[in-house]
């Protein structure tokens, strides 16, 4: 049997900080739904399991909750399986009986309860959907004693975080936990979930499938949808990642003493992230430069972010002003003994770092404004 | 630059050729009245040095003489940099200008006027130079109480001249740029106090983040109020499963049935035991009945026993208390008896008191007619006594006015003897040895010296050698002396005595008799009183009234007390008479008195015996007529045999009532307590009430889940999580544009702050040179001031007592002065520094008080020690003590 495992979908999200790029990253999440059908068809995936969060919140507008419906009815010889998440909950008046109100086509199945549903003759899956943002049992518990006919391959689809797994504030850690051992002991032959962002193997039979579209730069580079096949019940899966994302989530970090290495540090970003127009880039910038290195480092900055699709530059950048610097405000009276006394105010160990950080820019301000 | 000469020719109204002479280093004073010319000849040095000799303008114009055909010709002559120059100009016609230095002519024409200004460091300009500093030094009329601006020119040398000792630059254009962008680049965001400025980026981003806040906060409240929704919508469908569960239901309908059916089994057990109650009652009431017949019987025949034996009592009791009755009234008679003999002895011995009281006082008023009568003789004596002594003193008064013309009388009489004597010749006659004895003077023989004065004629004899007669001259003393005689006689006449001293001594007799009258009329006054506060008029002869009218009152009263006539006993023996009358008759009164007691007494106990019987007869008349009554219910005879009959029916009845008793309380047992009923009829209603809240409830739970669901689709449908988090985004980008403007906007301020406030170190230190040489100038005038200056050099105010005061609020005099002494200031640099030009100052401290302006000749000849000062003033007493090298105006004609 093969199937493809999904999750994390998380339709309408707004990326409003993202300003006239947002419906950008907001068009890739459905571009992400149809690449993920592509492939299915292509590899001859019946079943395509998406593992929670489905949406972004639980109060969608109706386009969002038929928008991903409308890409997956276009492929009529998949079976989307959709599971309730931590953000989407199967909660009374919530998105699922919105969703199933307006219509779902035929290809489309919700599982709202933990009922055992037939894939096929050969497979049952076994779902587990969270009725509550933040449940403190481990639904997967009840595939323990759900009963199949032998030789039934068994396949589990939860959302929710493993024991003990993960980084402190990820969604989902406190709560809605599942036993990471939950595959052996439910005579699981695929345990499919959802709620970690990135792609990553718990164990030869548990897998989180990863966001199909990145939305962070904490996550993985590139979106990911996981291909399953399982030969027969108790074989082995075989699990291989494709990319389906748009867009790469990159962060980087520049430790700055000059200008001087920006142009190589630039080839190296076009090479680990061809092609860079659809980049996203995260790059926080430290060290210290002089005040014309700092001007130089503007401009890299300014082309760069031409390049890439977007570009978020932290700069935590110490300004040490040169002697050209200082000459090139002026050599004697007035502006000079304001740029001296500006350098002098910015290292000063006794001011605050917000007061030091002030004086940088008030001294960079002059550099501009005398230099102009 | 020290000027060392002037002249002029055609110019103004010097049409011949005038010479300014005594011009030379140090304090320079040209004092000469109004169109002597003083302006015309600052005029003229003006336009020697500065202007091109031959441009035409106004003020070249009017320096020529009205009407003159000659030039207008000036002859300035100076000395600079070690070397002397004369200047030669002539203006208007036949113009030309020549330069010597040293006496050699360096220039001529156009190259002089040049040449004439690069001597002076001054740039050209088209028809004149650029006055630089001497446009700051000189001052003309009437400009003196304006600020000293320096031109461009002036603070370009001002500022080399500083800038080469302090080494300080201000930046010049590009600081002043650099301030300006910032302060048009805050201007952008802020308003002047630093507030978010309206329709400027900060505020914007400020608006946003405030817009995105409330929408955020409005969401999370919708947000809330759909999350508790979905909580409601949960908790009202698991309710709806319970309420609609039909076992639950029918098992609660079974519980109520079953409760009904025991009630009603109560109730009917309730009723029976009610009719058994009601049987009960009867017969108990039936044997009460007969049992109150029986026993009334039986006490009818214990009453009419009873009755019996109080007759024969009370029978016994009447007779014993009508012989006490009689007893009480035989004693009652014998003690009235003597309550009579004792009344007669009493009026007895109350008379003899009254008659003892007469006597005594009859006594008492022979005695005070004795006394009055001894006192009113003596009245009567003091009375004529004081009338003798008033007569005397009648007699012996001399008026104290009459004294008083005697004793003036006597002084004029002295006082004309006196001038008499001082104008008499004085006759000293001093005996030598010879003559001893033997001369007389005025007719006494002199004895060593006499010494006289010859007011009237005196004649000295000298032995019968000489005799010589002094004449005193005729004068009108005489004739006072013997009007002021003849004055005292008629005073002592008027007064009817000799002299003065018996005048004097008549006075003190007078006194002496007033002092012996006031005693004697005290005495009287203490003899025969008056009553009353104070003396009446004629108030002696009113208490020897009062005296004789109670003379008068005694002697009745002792008619009226002797009642015989015959001669009373003393006073000790009629009081004793009248005591011993009192005591009898006290003693009467004591006795009448218990008499009087014991009578009422007896008679009130008489009356209670009659009291006592009359009870007793009708206590038994009451007893007599209810034994009758109860004999007529129930005579002696059929009383037995009714007591035996009753006595059976109330056995009978008894019997009943206990056999009716015992079934009600077999009754009674089988009906449920109280409780057990409020406790059947509790769980009847809370069954009823429970399927019947179970219906209502469940209709009620349908409604809610309706309504709930409605809303939830309504609030779910609206996108609000989207919203939420698209708004949650927007607040997190305005709050990173917020932080980013606001990183700015300090540093620009920083920027601004350090900017200015270098520029005004900068500026501090750039102006203390020239405040170093204001400050003696200004001390030397207001000690203490400070004085504010701008960049420019231009004035901004003063600094008194630690107080500001901007230069245009200060007085005219005090702003003439200031712009003077920042003028000598600027000036003193100068020269300090190499670079010495002429203060020159036409009709200046004309606004100065009289105190102000010998200070400002002070500073002037302080200031003097460092430069040129040329002041020309038609104030020439003002200026008197102004020192200096005084200037005067010559004609030449050489």
Redesign the interface.
């Known amino acids: 049997m093969r199937f493809v495992h999904t999750a994390d979908w998380q339709i309408g999200k707004p990326f409003v900080r993202f300003g006239d790029k947002a419906e950008a990253f907001r068009a890739a999440r459905l571009d992400a739904v149809e690449a993920i059908g592509r492939l299915a068809v292509a590899e001859g995936a019946a079943h395509v399991l998406v593992a929670g969060d489905v949406f972004d919140s639980d109060s969608p507008a109706n386009v969002t909750l038929r928008a991903p419906v409308e890409r997956m009815r276009g492929f009529s010889a998949v079976i989307w399986h959709l599971l309730p998440g931590n953000h989407d909950a199967h909660r009374p008046g919530g998105p699922w009986e919105r969703l199933c109100a307006l219509g779902l086509p035929a290809n489309v199945v919700v599982h709202l309860s933990a009922e055992p549903v037939a894939l096929g003759g050969h497979a049952v899956l076994l779902p587990a959907p969270l009725t509550s943002r933040h449940e403190t049992r481990d639904l997967t518990a009840r595939m323990d004693e759900a009963a199949t006919p032998p030789g039934t391959i068994r396949i589990g689809l939860a959302h929710g975080a493993v024991t003990r797994f993960g980084t402190p504030g990820d969604d989902g850690e406190a709560a809605n936990q599942i036993d990471p051992g939950r595959a052996e002991k439910a005579g699981l032959d695929y345990l499919a979930l959802g709620d970690w962002h990135r792609t990553r193997e718990i164990g030869p039979r548990t897998w989180y499938a990863g966001t199909p579209e990145p939305d962070r730069h904490d996550s993985q580079t590139v979106g990911t949808a996981l291909l399953v096949t399982v030969p027969q019940a108790g074989a082995p899966p075989t699990v291989e990642p494709r990319h389906v994302g748009t867009y790469r989530w990159a962060a980087e970090t520049l430790d700055l003493a000059d200008a001087d290495t920006l142009a190589a540090r630039e080839a190296l970003l076009r090479t680990a992230h061809d092609p860079v127009s659809k980049l996203v880039l995260k790059l926080k910038i430290g060290g210290a430069l002089s005040i014309a290195a700092r001007r130089a480092l503007d401009e890299w900055l300014e082309r760069l972010q031409a390049s890439v699709f977007h570009l978020d530059a932290a700069l935590a950048l110490a300004i040490r002003p040169d002697a050209a610097d200082l000459e090139r405000i002026d050599f004697d009276g007035v502006l000079r003994r304001v740029a001296e006394t500006l350098k002098a105010r910015a290292a000063d160990p006794a001011l605050t770092a917000a007061e030091r950080q002030t004086a940088e820019d008030a001294l960079l301000a002059l550099y501009l404004e005398a230099t102009a | 630059m020290i000027i060392t000469h002037l002249a002029v020719e055609g110019v103004g109204r010097f049409r011949s050729r005038h010479v300014l002479r005594g011009l030379d280093t140090g304090l320079n004073l040209l004092c000469a009245p109004n169109e002597a010319g003083k302006s015309t000849l600052f005029r003229a040095l003006h336009l020697a040095l500065f202007a091109r000799h031959g441009s035409k303008t106004e003020e070249m114009r009017r320096l020529g003489s009205l009407g003159a055909e000659l030039p207008a010709c000036v002859e300035v002559g100076f000395k600079r940099g070690g070397a002397d120059y004369l200047v030669k100009k002539s203006f208007l016609r036949s113009t030309g200008a020549k330069l010597y230095k040293n006496g050699t002519l360096v220039a001529d024409g156009r190259a002089a006027d040049e040449a004439v200004w690069t001597a002076l460091d001054l740039t050209p300009g088209t028809s004149a130079a650029e006055e630089a500093a001497f446009g700051l030094l000189w001052v003309r009329q009437g400009q003196s109480f304006r600020p000293a601006e320096p031109d461009e020119g002036t603070r370009a040398l001002l500022s080399r001249v500083i800038e080469a000792e302090v080494g300080e ?4 254009e ?2 002043e ?2 301030l300006r ?2 302060a048009d680049r805050l201007a952008e965001d802020e308003t002047a106090r630093g507030q978010p400025k309206a329709g400027g980026p900060w505020k914007a981003a400020l608006d946003r983040r405030a817009e995105a806040e409330r929408t955020l906060a409005e969401l999370r409240r919708t ?1 809330d109020a ?1 999350e508790a ?2 909580t409601a ?2 908790d009202k ?1 698991r309710e709806r499963a319970l309420l609609a569960d039909p076992a639950e239901t029918a098992r609660q309908k079974a519980d109520r049935d079953a409760a009904l059916a025991e009630r009603d089994a109560g109730a009917r057990a309730e009723q029976a035991a009610q009719q058994a109650g009601t049987e009960e009652a009867q017969r108990e009431l039936a044997a009460d009945r007969a049992r109150k017949r029986h026993e009334e019987l039986v006490g009818l025949d214990q009453r009419i026993a009873r009755t019996r034996e109080k007759i024969a009592a009370l029978t016994r009791r009447a007779a014993e208390q009508s012989a006490a009755k009689d007893a009480q009234a035989a004693r009652l008679a014998a003690q009235e008896q003597a309550f009579g003999a004792l009344a007669t002895r009493l009026a007895e011995a109350e008379r003899a008191v009254d008659r003892a009281r007469r006597r005594e006082t009859a006594a008492r008023d022979a005695e005070r007619v004795a006394e009055i009568s001894a006192r009113l003789v003596r009245a009567r004596e003091l009375r004529e006594h004081i009338a003798r002594i008033r007569q005397l003193i009648t007699t012996l008064a001399v008026p104290a006015d009459a004294v008083k013309a005697i004793e003036t009388a006597m002084q004029a009489l002295d006082a004309a003897r006196a001038r008499a004597e001082a104008k008499a010749p004085r006759v000293r006659v001093t005996i030598g040895p010879a003559g001893a004895g033997r001369v007389t003077c005025a007719g006494e023989a002199v004895d060593g010296t006499r010494d006289i004065a010859a007011v009237a004629p005196v004649t000295v004899a000298v032995g019968d050698l000489a005799t010589v007669e002094i004449v005193p001259a005729a004068s009108d003393d005489a004739a006072a002396i013997e009007g002021a005689r003849e004055q005292l006689a008629r005073a002592l006449r008027e007064a009817g005595v000799a002299s003065l001293a018996e005048a004097h001594e008549r006075r003190a007799r007078a006194a002496d008799l007033q002092t012996e009258g006031r005693g004697l009329a005290a005495e009287l006054a203490a003899t025969a009183p008056v009553p009353g506060p104070g003396p009446a008029k004629g108030g002696k002869e009113d208490g020897i009234a009062l005296l004789e009218k109670a003379l008068a009152e005694a002697q009745a009263g002792l008619e009226t007390g002797s009642d015989s006539g015959a001669p009373l006993p003393d006073r000790d023996t009629l009081a004793r008479e009248r005591a011993a009358a009192e005591a009898a008759r006290d003693r009467l009164r004591r006795e009448h008195a218990d008499a009087q007691s014991a009578v009422l007494a007896a008679r009130s106990e008489a009356e209670a015996e009659t009291l006592r019987l009359q009870a007793l007869q009708l206590d038994l008349a009451d007893m007599q007529t209810r034994l009758g009554e109860d004999l007529a219910v129930c005579p002696d005879d059929r009383r037995a045999e009714r007591l035996v009959s009753l006595a059976a029916e109330a056995a009978q009845a008894r019997a009943a009532f206990d056999a009716a008793t015992r079934r009600a309380a077999e009754l009674r047992a089988a009906v449920p307590t109280a409780d057990q009923r409020t406790a059947l009829d509790a769980r009847v209603r809370r069954l009823t009430q429970a399927i019947d809240g179970r219906e209502r409830r469940l209709a009620e739970v349908e409604r809610d889940i309706a309504n ?2 409605g809303r ?2 309504t ?8 919203r ?4 949650a ?2 607040l ?2 305005a709050e ?1 544009e917020v932080a980013a403007i606001e ?2 906007l ?3 301020r ?2 601004r702050d ?2 200015t406030e ?2 005004r ?2 500026r501090d230190s750039y102006l203390a040179p020239v405040k170093t040489a204001m400050r003696p100038y200004l001390h030397a005038l207001f000690p203490g001031a400070d004085a504010a200056l701008d960049a420019s050099f231009a004035i901004d105010g003063l600094t008194r007592a630690g107080a500001d005061e901007p230069f245009v609020s200060l007085s005219d005099g005090t702003r003439e002065q200031v712009a003077i002494i920042v003028r000598l200031a600027l000036g003193r640099l100068l020269a300090e520094r190499g670079q010495a030009v002429p203060v020159l100052l036409d009709d200046s401290l004309v606004f100065s008080d009289d105190d102000r302006i010998e200070r400002m000749f002070d500073v002037l000849t302080q200031a003097a020690e460092k430069q040129q000062v040329i002041v020309l003033t038609c104030r020439s007493r003002a200026f008197l003590s102004c020192g200096g090298r005084a200037l005067t105006i010559e004609r030449d004609d050489a």
């Open positions: 630059v201000l930046g010049g590009r600081g740029r650099v962008r910032v947000l759909l929704d979905r919508l949960t469908l709930l669901q939830i689709a609030r779910g449908g609206e996108g609000l999580g989207e939420e988090a698209e708004t985004d927007a997190a980008l990173t990183r700015r300090a540093a620009l920083l920027l350090a900017v270098s520029r170190a900068a």
